[in-house]
């Protein structure tokens, strides 16, 4: 992405290297409320074990309305494991900052044109980037969850070392599949204003768990497809796309397509389970929302095969 002269949001809360919050000590293994243990480390949760506690964390986190995460699954989780960061940041990350600060403000221009065509105010959300740990209005979140959004604060979470697993694990590098993870989320944050969160939550309430996921497939369909709205303006007002960008955006959604993830974390795939959506899913959203570049576009709720 050409993305160095972007403007710089300011909206970034910059909480790496300060730990877990006072009063909390995490520790693998450790035990939190209900007898279900935090996850174990790498080596853990490759077996699949060890993402039990995470599985809580990210039920208790459906349960409080969070999007619990780009690659939540049912199996092994994903991410850093649990480190508190003791040294100063690295220069690569410190880049990484930056190019953060440039997406969200690029998020932030396209949101407040798209919101003005609707005559409704956005709100703009802000990125907490943390190391490890971190607590949010939705509770206390392990980076092992991944990036997410809290509506309870408007917050997107997100731990930098992320980018370093979906490089290198998940084998989507690039800047711009970086890009989209946050656009991503920030599309959450879009649904959140729109109201389109608050109502998948009162629905999913009175579903049976397949039909609930069903429409959690939906919703996160959507926020690819706003990803995409955002991948859209981002080229044909300001050029930020160089060639191969959209192909790191195309691997990034199919890296994570539940079906995908479910295949690599136990070697077969549960349809009914899914709460993101497949490879294939995941990646025609995108590019809906990419070519179309309209929040028409992206009523994934009322297509019949989503
Ligand atoms: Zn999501």
Redesign the pocket.
């Known amino acids: 992405m050409r993305w160095r002269l972007g403007r710089r949001s300011a909206n970034i809360e910059d909480r790496r290297g300060m730990g877990t919050p006072a009063g909390i000590r995490m520790s693998r293994g450790m035990r939190i409320p209900g007898g279900m243990r935090m996850p174990g480390g790498r080596a853990g949760r490759a077996g699949g074990i060890g993402g039990i506690g995470l599985i809580v964390i990210a039920l208790i986190a459906i349960f409080l309305g969070v ?1 619990p995460g ?1 690659l939540f699954q049912g199996g092994p989780m994903p991410g850093p494991s649990y480190q508190p960061q003791q040294t100063p940041p690295s220069e690569s990350e410190e880049e990484l900052k930056a190019f953060m600060s440039v997406v969200l403000a690029d998020t932030e221009d396209t949101w407040h044109a798209l919101f003005e065509q609707l005559e409704r105010p956005y709100q703009e959300p802000v990125v907490v980037l943390f190391s490890g740990a971190v607590s949010s209005a939705c509770g206390f979140a392990s980076a092992a969850v991944g990036p997410f959004y809290c509506p309870g604060d408007r917050k997107v979470y997100i731990d930098l070392a992320f980018f370093e697993e979906l490089g290198e694990r998940f084998g989507a590098p690039g800047d711009f599949a970086q890009a989209y993870v946050l656009a ?2 920030v599309g ?1 944050h879009v649904q959140t204003l729109l109201g389109i969160s608050d109502q998948v939550r009162s629905v999913r309430a009175n579903l049976a768990d397949a039909d609930a996921n069903a429409l959690s497939v939906r919703q ?1 369909l959507q ?1 690819d497809c706003f990803a995409g709205i955002w991948a859209h303006h981002a080229d044909r007002s300001r050029q930020l796309l160089e060639p191969g960008d959209i192909e790191e955006g195309l691997r990034a959604a199919s890296a994570i397509g539940d079906d995908r993830l479910q295949r690599q974390a136990q070697g077969y795939v549960v349809p009914e389970s899914f709460t ?1 959506g497949s490879s294939v899913q995941r990646m025609r959203w995108f590019q809906i929302g990419l070519e179309e570049g309209t929040l028409s576009a992206c009523d994934t709720f009322s297509a019949d095969q989503p």
């Open positions: 999007d780009f991503h989320e959450h996160e926020a993101h």
